[in-house]
């Protein structure tokens, strides 16, 4: 399993390509050749990149899914919509896909933020607006997450 650390803001050129930082492009490098896969957020405004290993472990849990129970067809119907592989150029530049580039309204820059083993890709002005949003609760969101005695006992 990937764990990325770091959050880096950048600039798309006119074609909706960016430059990976150099940073992610360390932790990456024995994956870098891999490739990717980009897919819409479920809970938030923003793109997921996952590394292909990543990617295909997610796929192997959810083709566990009984696909012939209607709820599970719409999840993965509604997961996977507008999933797309990337490549990671000669100069380690990514191509944001037009219609990935309007769900997220993505302008010129960005941020790009690990979370944990994917980044997320963001317009900066929307990742603010969202940080600021959560900044006010997020010590009782820290609480209810992590202060469950489940997690501080190791379990």
Known sequence: MV???GTYECKAD???????????KKQLAAILTEGFVLK??????????????????LMLKMNKLNRFKKRN????????AGVKELEVDSNGRILIPKDLTAFAEIKKDLVLSSAINIIEIWDKNRYE????????DFADLAEQV????????GE
């Open 40 to 57: 819409r957020s479920v809970f938030q405004p923003c793109l997921e990149l996952y590394p292909r290993k990543e990617w295909d472990q």
């Open 14 to 24: 006119a074609k909706g390509r960016l430059m990976l930082p150099a940073s992610y």
């Open 146 to 153: 992590m202060g469950d005695d489940e997690y501080n006992n």
């Open 73 to 80: 067809n719409d999840f993965i119907r509604r997961f996977t």
């Open 129 to 136: 607006a969202t940080i600021e949003d959560i900044t006010d």
């Open 3 to 5: 764990n990325l650390i």
